[in-house]
């Protein structure tokens, strides 16, 4: 059974950077599919911020992309997360997920982590 | 960039009875040469992370109940429950990921009448 688990500070400070891991149990990462990252503001919706491939490939959402980085260690089966220079409007539940595969094409986010709250306050 | 708006915003239905959600695309999300629509739907319960419903805007994903069920193509989709019960009360979501960046409907809380 593949399983998300999503790890780091839950408070940071307006203008640092958040750093978050996910950790990957029940499949390596190096076999495949790509791996994101959705956040969830508090009592709103869910946006994707970016997906990486075990290769390193990765894609961002255009609205984050100065401020992210996603990267990969496969060693560790692991993925993390990097958004700098963050503000109150970065607080947000944020979610790790592996976008599905079924017979070579995509269907979604089909497992994800349980999700971590980050407060952006001083 | 796809936007993706869901109606109504909230829904209430009696037990045992239909609920229609709608989601439409502002431009296509069917790739023709696969014949599929990259359209997903998720139901998220209070306190949990969202749960894959529906792919390929038909297709259940393994466990979910067959009340549960999606139509469309193109533009305008549809996740219909054939028979509410009482766990099926959650806010529900379109996703599209036929082209990044990936976006999801605001959602549809859907609550029991």
């Known amino acids: 059974q593949v399983q998300l688990q999503e790890s780091g500070p839950g408070l940071v400070k307006p203008s640092e950077t958040l750093s978050l891991t996910c950790a990957v149990s029940g499949y390596s990462i190096s076999s495949g599919y790509y791996w994101g990252w959705i956040r969830q503001p508090p009592g709103k919706g869910l946006d994707w911020i970016g997906s990486i491939y075990h290769s390193g490939t990765t894609y961002y959402n255009p609205s984050l992309k100065s401020r992210v980085t996603i990267s990969v260690d496969t060693s560790k089966n692991q993925f993390s997360l990097k958004l700098s220079s963050v503000t109150a409007a970065d607080t947000a539940v944020y979610y790790c997920?592996?976008?599905?595969?079924?017979?070579?094409?995509?269907?979604?986010?089909?497992?994800w982590g349980q999700g971590t709250l980050v407060i952006v306050s001083s | 960039d796809i936007v993706m708006t869901q109606s109504p915003d909230s829904l209430a239905v009696s037990l045992g009875e239909r609920a229609t959600i709608n989601c439409k695309s502002s431009?296509?999300?069917?790739?023709?040469?696969?014949?599929?629509?990259?359209l997903a739907w998720y139901q998220q319960k209070p306190g949990q992370p969202p749960k894959l419903l529906i792919y390929?805007?038909?297709i259940r994903e393994s466990g979910v109940p067959d009340r549960f069920s999606g139509s469309g193509s193109g533009t305008d989709f549809t996740l219909t429950i054939s028979s509410l019960q009482a766990e099926d009360v959650a806010v529900y979501y379109c996703?599209?990921?036929?082209?990044?960046?990936?976006?999801f409907g605001q959602g549809t809380k859907l609550e029991i009448k």
């Open positions: 997920a592996r976008r599905g595969m079924v017979r070579g094409d995509i269907k979604g986010f089909d497992y």
């Open positions: 431009q296509t999300v069917l790739y023709s040469s696969h014949n599929k629509n990259y």
């Open positions: 996703q599209q990921y036929y082209s990044t960046p990936y976006s």
């Open positions: 390929w805007a038909s």
